[in-house]
C-alpha cells in the first residue's frame, strides 16, 4: 500500500518519535511510506529519518506559526490546510493523521475514497490555556473545529487506555465511534550492565521537552529534598546531581523561557552558584540517539515529572535501556512502570520522590535489579514487533466511510463567517 502520514513538526519528542516508529514498522512489512510535514530540519530529527526506508516531504514551513506569539492555533490550522491539500496531489491508500484533526476535514473533502486513521496523542482543548472571555470564546470555535474534525477520519487509536477515558469523556458527540487502544513501542535498547559505576550511581536524569507542562521544577525540588536527606556534606562530597536533558528548540518562545526558569531555580535552590564550578544541575539542550545511550548509561534512575501525562514514550525507553523510572502515579505511566518492580510510581510531594531516590543513591544494586526486570517487562509487554503487526493490522482492514460528517462541517464553517458578518451589519444598522 501506499501510506502517506501528515505530522506538523518533524522534530524531536514523543510524538515524533512514535510517527517515525509507526511509518519505520510500516515500510518494513513493504509498504511505500511518505510522511508529509510542516516543517522538517535535517540538523534536528530522528536519524530514522534520513535512513531511506521511508520518504519525508517538507510542505508549508514557509507559512508563519504565529504573529508576535499570539494566533498559534490559527496558523496551525492553516498551515494544517496547506499541507493536507499538498499531500492530497501524491498517490495514497491510506491516510494516517496526528496532533491536529484538521488533516482529516481537508482529507475527507479532498481525497473522499481514501481511508484516514487518525492517532490521538490527547485532545488539545485540554491542554489550551484559557483566560478571559474573549479567549475563552476563541478557543470555543477552535475546540468545535477539533471534535468535528476528528470524526472525519474512519478510525481513531488511541495511545493509551488514559488517552482513551478522556477522549470519551470530553468528546460527546464521538462517543459511538469505535476508538481502539494502540501502545506506542520502542527500539532503544542496549545490552544490560552488570555494574554501575561511581559516577553513574551519583547522576539522575531528566529527559523531556522543556516545556512547563512537563513539570521538571519538580525534579529540581527532589533533588533538593534529597540533599536534606543525605545531609549537605555528604550530598556535595558525593556530587549528587541531576542532568536535565531535552528537546529545546530556539524557535519555540516557550523553550527558551522555560530553560531560562529552571536555570534561575537551579540557582535559588542553591543546586547551582553564579560561577558554574559546582553545579548538580547540568542542562542538555537537545541530543542524538547516540548521546541518549550515553546518558542513560551513566545514570542511577530517569526521574519522569509530567502529570497525566498521556503515555510517555520515555519510560519505556528508559527501561528498555535497563534503568527504573520514577515517574507521577497518573496517566500512561501508570500502565507501563510496575511499582516497585522497574520503577517507583509518586505523589507529587518533592519528598516523596526524594525518599524513593535515596533507597537507589544507598543501594545502587537495587537499580541493577529493577533495570533488568524493565527489560524483560518492555520486551514482554511493548515489543515493537508487537506494535508493527498490530499497527499493519489496523491498516490492512481499515475502510474508506461516508463522508457526511466532513460535509457537514464544511456547511458549518461557511455559516459561521456569514452569521458573523450579518451581526455585525444588523449591529451596525441598530446604531445608524
Known sequence: MKISFLHPDLGLGGAERLVVDAASA???????????????DTKRCFPQTRDGKFRVRCRGDFLPRHVFGKGHILFAIVRSVYLAICASFFPADLFVTDQISFYNFILSIMKRQTPIIFYCHFPDKLLAPRGSMLRNLYRALFDRIEEASTGCCD???????????VFEKHYASLRNETVEVLHPATKFERKM????????????????????????????????????????????REKIRLVVAGGYDPRVAENVEYHKELATLAKTLKLNDESGGNDHVVFVKSFSEEEKADLLKNCLAVLYTPDNEHFGIVPLECMAAGRPVLAMNSGGPTETIVH?????????????????????????????KMGKAGIEHVDRNFSFRAFQEKLNKHVSNTQSGDRRKALALLLWLFLVPVAAAYC???GVGCFA
Open 424 to 426: 455585525a451589519w444588523a
Open 26 to 40: 510500516l515500510a518494513e512489512k513493504g509498504h511505500d511510506v511518505t510522511i508529509f510535514t510542516s516543517h522538517y
Open 155 to 165: 478510525l481513531i487509536l488511541a495511545n493509551s487506555h488514559f488517552t482513551k477515558g
Open 340 to 368: 516497585e518492580k522497574t520503577g517507583f510510581l509518586c505523589s507529587e510531594q518533592p519528598a516523596k520522590w526524594a525518599s524513593h531516590m535515596k533507597k537507589l543513591v544507598d543501594d545502587p544494586s537495587l537499580a541493577l
Open 193 to 236: 550492565d552488570t555494574t554501575i559505576t561511581a559516577r553513574a550511581s551519583r547522576t539522575f536524569i531528566s529527559i523531556n521537552r522543556f516545556e512547563r507542562k512537563k513539570n521538571i521544577a519538580l525534579a529540581m525540588h527532589a533533588l533538593s529534598s534529597l540533599r536534606n536527606k543525605l545531609g549537605k556534606e555528604s550530598f556535595e
